[in-house]
Nanobody, 127 residues
Framework: QVQLVESGGGLVQAGGSLRLSCAAS????????MGWFRQAPGKEREFVAV????????YYADSVKGRFTISRDNAENTVYLQMNSLKPEDTAVYYC????????????????????WGQGTQVTVSS
């Protein structure tokens, strides 16, 4: 069992920045890829970014590429999402997730197939 807890969400003006954190506990030594999804009211949960266990490979949704940066600190069992140049369209609940395959984050299919999920943190971007 892996437990994921997100933090760092909040209210920010368009063009501003936030950094989300996801702290993992429990079984964290199995080489999990970790990443982020988001879900706006009335919309499906969508992929945002993922990073492999060793940090060597990252993959981003086109909607955030060039604005968001994912990183991880395995010593702290924490993954981060630095969000810059935020837009109102970025408003959503952001969920941290972990899976043994980074492909599970961005390949077509139901997001419920991913192994572990956090509770989510709200990000609101005002115009």
């Amino acid at each position: 069992q892996v437990q994921l807890v997100e933090s760092g969400g909040g209210l920010v003006q368009a063009g501003g920045s936030l950094r989300l954190s996801c702290a993992a506990s429990g079984r964290t030594s199995s080489g999990y890829a970790m990443g982020w999804f988001r879900q706006a009211p009335g919309k499906e949960r969508e992929f945002v970014a993922v990073i492999t266990w060793n940090g060597g490979v990252t993959y981003y949704a086109d909607s955030v590429k060039g604005r968001f940066t994912i990183s991880r600190d395995n010593a702290e069992n924490t993954v981060y999402l630095q969000m810059n140049s935020l837009k109102p369209e970025d408003t959503a609940v952001y969920y941290c997730a972990a899976d043994l395959s980074s492909r599970s984050f961005y390949r077509p299919g139901p997001v419920g197939r991913l192994d572990y999920w956090g509770q989510g943190t709200q990000v609101t971007v005002s115009s």
